[in-house]
């Protein structure tokens, strides 16, 4: 029986069942298994900043759920894992996101269309939560390094909207996405966060 295997460049038939192209190998997938990506920056200092919504909506999503964080990283990153679901906080910094979930994918046999990457996003207004089931990375470094790791776009990514005109105006953007919530959107947060984890279940369904 043939199926469909895929390239960074092409698409192409083999024999030995579905594969695809990450980082330099081919990988054969383990269909029944997903990878849930949050993005952000390690370190306390990090906390809380709108650069770490992803963390945030991860860490939101294992209390509501009753699950628990690895006590020992795993290629570059935390984890932790819910019967076929893996769920990961890289922790090489926003920009270089794309190593730890490019070893994750290769080391479980993860299809790109089997993950989902969290992350932050200025343009859109605070709050706001768009779903993609693929796209591209539209400025975001932390995507832009998935993309490079992974040679394909074609994952899905839930954006957080984080969106402060005025703030952003006054600080630039580098300082804004490391800046922390105003105390009126941190008030917001578990309203927001509980539509991220919605999300988060409907990609698992």
């Known amino acids: 029986m043939l199926m469909v295997g895929i390239t960074a460049s092409s698409l192409c038939l083999t024999p030995l069942g579905p594969c695809c192209f990450v980082a330099g190998a081919f990988l054969w997938y383990n269909n029944g298994m997903k990878?849930?990506?949050?993005?952000?920056?390690?370190?306390?200092?990090?906390?809380?900043?709108?650069?770490?919504?992803?963390?945030?909506?991860?860490?939101?999503?294992?209390?509501?759920?009753?699950?628990?964080?690895?006590?020992?990283?795993?290629?570059?990153?935390?984890?932790?894992?819910?019967?076929?679901?893996?769920?990961?906080?890289?922790?090489d910094f926003y920009n270089l996101s794309g190593k730890a979930v490019a070893e994750f994918m290769r080391y479980y046999k993860i299809a790109a269309s089997d993950v989902l990457v969290i992350c932050d996003n200025f343009d859109l207004e605070f709050g706001k939560v768009r779903f993609r089931s693929s796209g591209a990375a539209a400025g975001n470094n932390g995507l832009?390094?998935?993309?490079?790791?992974?040679?394909?776009?074609?994952?899905?990514?839930?954006?957080?909207?984080?969106?402060?005109?005025?703030?952003?105006?006054?600080?630039?953007?580098?300082?804004?996405?490391?800046?922390?919530?105003?105390?009126?959107?941190?008030?917001?947060?578990?309203?927001?966060?509980?539509?991220?984890?919605?999300?988060?279940?409907?990609?698992?369904?």
């Open 35 to 91: 990878l849930v990506v949050g993005l952000g920056n390690p370190g306390n200092e990090y906390n809380f900043t709108r650069h770490n919504f992803g963390f945030l909506a991860l860490d939101f999503y294992f209390k509501l759920n009753h699950l628990s964080w690895g006590d020992k990283p795993r290629f570059s990153a935390i984890f932790g894992r819910s019967g076929d679901v893996l769920f990961i906080k890289p922790q």
């Open 144 to 205: 832009k390094s998935v993309d490079q790791y992974l040679k394909t776009s074609d994952y899905a990514r839930i954006r957080i909207g984080t969106g402060n005109d005025e703030l952003r105006r006054k600080m630039g953007d580098v300082d804004f996405v490391l800046s922390r919530f105003t105390p009126e959107e941190k008030a917001r947060l578990p309203e927001v966060l509980s539509g991220v984890c919605e999300k988060i279940d409907e990609f698992l369904d």
